[in-house]
Nanobody, 115 residues
Framework: QVQLVESGGGLVQAGGSLRLSCVYSGRTSSTTAYGMGWFRQAPGKEREFVARITWSGNNTYYAGSVKGRFTISRDNAKNTVYLQMNSLKPEDTAVYYC??????WGQGTQVTVSS
């Protein structure tokens, strides 16, 4: 069974930074071979893609709204995926979810950016 646990959310002022972490567990051979990603859902809006990283870490993809400000990375030895968020804006306020290829989701961590 694959489990994803996010942490690192919180309240930050506009222009600040946060780093989210997602620890994933399960059979090692089935977790390291998959791409991982981050999505977010703001109140009253649909869940949207934020960033994705391949299992090797060599390829990353970003939503246009976060490109240049957010960085996704992973450490397979620690079974952890990170999302470094810089220059945060109030519109980045949302619950952030970790995702693994195959339809696995964490429970989310709240990020609130005050103006």
């Amino acid at each position: 069974q694959v489990q994803l646990v996010e942490s690192g959310g919180g309240l930050v002022q506009a222009g600040g930074s946060l780093r989210l972490s997602c620890v994933y567990s399960g059979r090692t051979s089935s977790t390291t071979a998959y791409g991982m990603g981050w999505f977010r859902q703001a109140p009253g809006k649909e869940r949207e893609f934020v960033a994705r990283i391949t299992w090797s870490g060599n390829n990353t993809y970003y939503a246009g709204s976060v490109k240049g400000r957010f960085t996704i990375s992973r450490d397979n030895a620690k079974n952890t995926v990170y999302l470094q968020m810089n220059s945060l804006k109030p519109e980045d306020t949302a619950v952030y979810y970790c995702n693994r290829d195959g339809g696995y989701w964490g429970q989310g961590t709240q990020v609130t950016v005050s103006s």
